[in-house]
């Protein structure tokens, strides 16, 4: 199986950019379709953004589409977040999720079965 670590996040001002990292061990990486997914304190944990195995495909919310960019670097078993733009309501702890059999679009918590610790993104207004 495989194990997923994120990193990158911290404390940002509102318009800034960050870029997350996802990094995978253990197991081919490719053969993973994976998805971002963030969860703000008493919230649900909701999807964010999301990519196919070879990386051609991606698909986002609509909360964050058109400022956030995923992407992935199979040789590198890394896949990426570029968070532009951000807002306060972007604070979140942002955790990438892996799963091998599934298709896209895949933008539901079920439909992952690999998660990494999460990594957090705090954004002051």
């Known amino acids: 199986q495989v194990q997923l670590v994120e990193s990158g996040g911290g404390l940002v001002q509102a318009g800034d950019s960050l870029r997350l990292s996802c990094a995978a061990s253990?197991?081919?990486?490719?053969?993973?379709?994976v998805g971002w997914f963030r969860q703000a304190p008493g919230k649900e944990r909701e999807f964010v953004a999301g990519?196919?195995?070879?990386?051609?495909?991606?698909y986002y919310a609509d909360s964050v589409k058109g400022r956030f960019t995923i992407s992935r670097d199979n040789l590198k078993n890394t896949v990426y977040l570029r968070l532009n733009s951000l807002k306060p309501e972007d604070t979140a702890v942002y955790y990438c999720?892996?799963?091998?059999?599934?298709?896209?679009?895949?933008?539901?918590?079920?439909?992952?079965?690999?998660w990494g610790q999460g990594t957090q993104v705090i954004v002051s207004s």
């Open positions: 990519i196919n195995r070879g990386g051609s495909s991606t």
């Open positions: 253990g197991h081919i990486f490719s053969i993973y379709l």
């Open positions: 999720a892996a799963d091998r059999t599934g298709s896209v679009p895949a933008s539901s918590r079920n439909s992952y079965e690999f």
